[in-house]
C-alpha cells in the first residue's frame, strides 16, 4: 500500500507498542482519512475567501476586507458562525432523507481523494482504476442533490434536485469520453501512470498538447458537473431561490457549500492530474508543482462564473447532447487514428 | 491487489463519521428553539400552496434513459482504451463500427426531438 511518507514514523511507533498487520494499517489509514479531511477544510476555507476576493475584483463588488489581512478571516468567521446556526427542519419534510442527504453529498466529494496523487508518491492507495472510481464515487452527489429536493418537500427543491440529476447525467458522458482519450494514450486507468506517461520532452508530452480539444471538452463537462456558473442551474438564485439547499441551514447547509468547494478542487485536480502533466515540472518539489497547476484551474473556473451568464434549461441540455457528445466522438477518433499513426 | 481497496471503505466510514462528528459538535452549541410557523415550507414567505412532491415532467426520464445506453456504452469503452496500445487496427475499426451504431440511435433520438428540452 502507498502511504504518504510522513506515516512512515506512525508506522514505526505503532510497531514499537506491538500493533502490527491489519490493525496497523487500518489506524494508518483513519489517520491518513483524517489528514486529508483537515486538508480539504484548509483548501475549502481558502477557495471561498478566494472566491470572494476574485468577484470583488471582476465585478467591482466589496469583498471581505475585515476579518484579518485583506479578510482571510472571512471564512472561518463563518464557518464559526454556521456551527452556531439553528438546524431547522421543515414540518412536511422526509426527515430520515433530509439528514442524510447532506452526509453522502460530502462523503461522495471526500472519497475520490484516496486516488488523487498530490504529488510523487503522495497518494493515499493508487487503485489500478482510478480515474474510473473518481468518476463513479463523485456520481454520489447527484444522488445527494436528489435526495436533498425530494427530502425537503419544497417546490423550488424539488425543480433543483430534478434540474441537477439531467445536468449531472448528460454531461457525465463528454466528460467520461473526453477522460478516455487520455486512458488510451497512457494505457492505464491508474492515476500514477496517467501522470508517469506525460512526464519528459520538457513538458510537451502532457496531454493538453496533443488533445487541447479533449481538454476543453473536459473543462466545459466539469463546470457542469460542479453545478458552477454558468451551469449552475440547480441552485440558480433568481428562480430557485437556492435550489435543492433552500431548507438547509446551519452545519447541514454547511456541509453543502464544503462539498461544492471540494468538488470544485476535484475536477481541477483531475484536470491537472489527467490533462497537465499532474506533479511533472523541474526545480520546485512535486506538490507544488500539482498545487500550483490546480489552483491555475480553479481560478479559470472562478473567472467563468464571474464572467459568463447563466445558460437557459433547454440550451444547457441540448449542448451537451448536440454539440459535446459529438465532439467528444470526433476527439476519440483523433486520439485513436493518430495513436496509431505515431504509434505513440 | 484488492487490500488496496480496504482504503476506499475506511475513507468512507470515516468521511460519515466526520459529518456526523460536526454535527453533533454543533448540535452541542447551537439553539434549538422550533415553532411551528418556522418549520413551515418556505414558499417566498406566503404560506406554501398545495403539496410539495408534485408530479413532474417526464422528459428528465427520457435523458435518463438515453444516459443509460451511453453509459454502457462506456463501461464497454473503458477495457478497450486501457487495452488499445496492444491492439491492431483491427480494434480501431471495430470501435469505430460500435460508436456508429450507437451514433445512430443519438441520431434517431435527435430526430424524433427527444434531446429537446421542453
Known sequence: MELYPIFGWLDGLLEKVGITGPTADLITLVALAAMVFGLLSLIALFLVWWERKISAHIQQRFGPMMAGWHGVLQTVADAVKLIQKEDIVPTLADRKVFFWAPVICFVSAFAAYIVIPFGEGLIVSDLNIGILYIIAITTFTVISLLMAGWGSNNKYALIGGMRSAAQAVSYEIPLVLSILGVVMVAGSMSMVDIVESQSGWGGFRWNIFFQPLGFVIYLIAATAEANRTPFDLPEAEQELVAGFNIEYSGMKFAMFFLAEFVNMFTVSAIATTVFLGGWNGPFLPSWIWFLGKTLAIVFLLMVFRWSFPRLRVDQLMEFAWKVLLPLAFLNILYVGVFAKWLNW | ?118
Not at chain 2, 428528465?60 to 473503458?78: A, C, R, S
Not at chain 2, 482504451?81 to 475499426?93: D, E, Q, T
Open chain 2, 1 to 118: 491487489m484488492a487490500t488496496d481497496y480496504s482504503a476506499v471503505l475506511v475513507f468512507i466510514i470515516a468521511g460519515i463519521g466526520f459529518v456526523l462528528g460536526a454535527f453533533l459538535f454543533a448540535k452541542l452549541i447551537r439553539p434549538h428553539r422550533p415553532y411551528k410557523v418556522k418549520n413551515e415550507t418556505y414558499e417566498c414567505g406566503i404560506p406554501a400552496e398545495g403539496e410539495g412532491w408534485l408530479q413532474f415532467n417526464n422528459r428528465f426520464y427520457i435523458f435518463g434513459l438515453i444516459f443509460v445506453i451511453f453509459d454502457v456504452e462506456v463501461v464497454f469503452l473503458f477495457p478497450w482504451a486501457v487495452a488499445y496500445k496492444s491492439l491492431g487496427l483491427f480494434a480501431l475499426v471495430e470501435m469505430i463500427i460500435f460508436i456508429a451504431i450507437l451514433l445512430v440511435g443519438l441520431l434517431y433520438a435527435w430526430k424524433k426531438d427527444a434531446l429537446k428540452w421542453v
